[in-house]
């Protein structure tokens, strides 16, 4: 009995989550936009992730990002949350190949731009190939920093509690390291501002 009302849940979480991906693509975004319908969207879609990794530390909203290490570009090791400590950090998860996450970037780029050194740091993570991202940002620079991973199971959007792997994604740090907000999908121009307060 308990094994059927399991798998009941499971269906029911499936097709909760495909009817909120497919009105998020297909119309009214703005509903799954509100703080409200991101929660439902990522509870949907925990629902029916893959089971991570034994011994996988998933980052939890309000409580402290579990450290990891990531390369940038040139291939030094960058330390999250840790590299940022002091300061908010609105991290991305991307890839060259994703068409929202591309359209999104001149966007992340000005709010960037617009913090200044002691703002919000946005930091973008690409789930790609290095020679593809590098391309990519040759066509499409961006002024912060872009760290790389290779998608998988244990990939960094997993670890930011991204355990679907949906691009983009994004993940608000506060100064101590917390995770305080998620967004799954891109954002619209001019949403950073009121997502990040």
Partial sequence: MKGAVKMLAVALAA?????????????????LRTPLGQRA???AMDATAPTPPP?????ERGGIVPAFTV?????RAVAL???????????????SWCGPCVKEMPELDRYAAAQGGNGV????IALDERASVQAFLARTPV???????????????????????????SA???????????????????EIESWVE
């Avoid at 011994?55 to 980052?59: D, N, Y």
């Avoid at 740091?121 to 973008?124: I, L």
Wanted: hydrophobic share 45%; no cysteine.
């Fill in 121 to 124: 740091q946005v930091v973008g």
């Fill in 15 to 31: 097709g909760v989550a495909g009817a909120a991906l497919g009105l998020w693509l297909n119309g009214p975004g703005p509903l």
């Fill in 172 to 190: 608000l740090l506060d100064a101590q390291g917390r995770l305080v907000r998620e967004k799954i999908g891109p954002f619209e121009p001019g």
């Fill in 55 to 59: 011994g996988l530390k998933i980052a």
């Fill in 81 to 95: 949350p840790g590299a940022y400590a002091g300061r908010p950090v609105l991290v991305n998860l991307w890839a």
């Fill in 143 to 169: 002024r912060y920093p872009i760290l790389l991973d290779a998608p998988g199971p244990a990939d960094a959007g997993v670890r930011l509690g991204n355990r679907k792997g949906i691009l983009p994604y």
């Fill in 41 to 43: 969207l990522k509870g």
């Fill in 71 to 75: 390369p940038d570009l040139q291939g």
